[in-house]
């Protein structure tokens, strides 16, 4: 059963550009969550999609949006690039989203310059 | 708003010294899930703790949720360095898992 699946891994970015990440949950999970990781802030809740729903949204500005697609895939868009949205993006999946664990994937390094 | 608080935040150990973890919860939690994500990795599930004063043991490590199920606490005997990383506590309330700062344990040999 293959894992969660984030692209890019890494790139880099310029003060002002936007960037579009990907997630290809694990098979037959419907819900995707999606995380900033800094060293300063810990893992900060962006947002979680359930059945191409955003059902849940973290304390991100609205530069900060998601999709889901019918077949569970997510993106998430970053608008207008600040030095400080330089992280590591981590997408999580789950059956549900309520209950069970998460399964993260490796995770996306993006570089603001 | 809910909120985790873990300490401490960072941690050293020498080898084979007991280590624990504490998180604490601003509301009461439904469930506590435990997570570790070693340096460079990406974190991974541990267990999760649903019932009120509920313990559960893996090996050198116990867990458990207080009986408010407001708190949780991590337990490591005799460290091991493949235990190196940090520990994460998500706890579920608001139907969304809220994670922490975690804490970074780190082992000198």
């Known amino acids: 059963k293959a894992g969660v699946t984030q692209t890019p891994r890494y790139l880099i970015k310029t003060r002002g550009q936007q960037v579009t990440l990907s997630c290809s949950p694990i098979?037959?999970?419907?819900?995707v969550s999606w995380y900033q990781q800094t060293p300063g802030q810990g893992l900060q809740f962006l947002f979680e999609y359930f059945s191409e729903t955003q059902r849940n949204k973290g304390n991100f500005p609205g530069r900060f949006s998601g999709r889901q697609f019918s077949n569970s895939r997510s993106e998430m868009n970053v608008s207008t690039l600040e030095l400080g949205d330089s992280a590591l993006y981590l997408c999580?999946?789950?059956?549900?989203?309520?209950?069970?664990?998460?399964?993260f994937g490796e995770g996306s390094r993006l570089t603001v310059l | 708003g809910q909120q985790v608080m873990q300490i401490p935040q960072y941690q050293h150990v020498q080898e084979g010294e007991d280590f624990t973890t504490y998180c604490n919860s601003s509301t009461t939690l439904s469930n506590i899930q435990w997570y570790k994500q070693r340096p460079g990795g990406h974190p991974v599930f541990l267990i999760q703790l649903v019932k009120s004063g509920e313990v559960k043991k893996q090996k050198r490590l116990t867990f458990q949720f207080g009986e408010a199920k407001k708190n949780s606490s991590l337990h490591i005997t005799a460290t091991q360095t493949t235990d190196v990383g940090t520990y994460f506590c998500?706890?579920?309330?608001?139907?969304?898992?809220?994670f922490g700062q975690g804490t970074r344990l780190t082992i000198n040999p």
């Open positions: 098979s037959g999970h419907r819900s």
């Open positions: 999580a999946s789950s059956l549900d989203g309520q209950t069970g664990e998460l399964f």
């Open positions: 998500p706890g579920s309330g608001a139907q969304k898992l809220v």
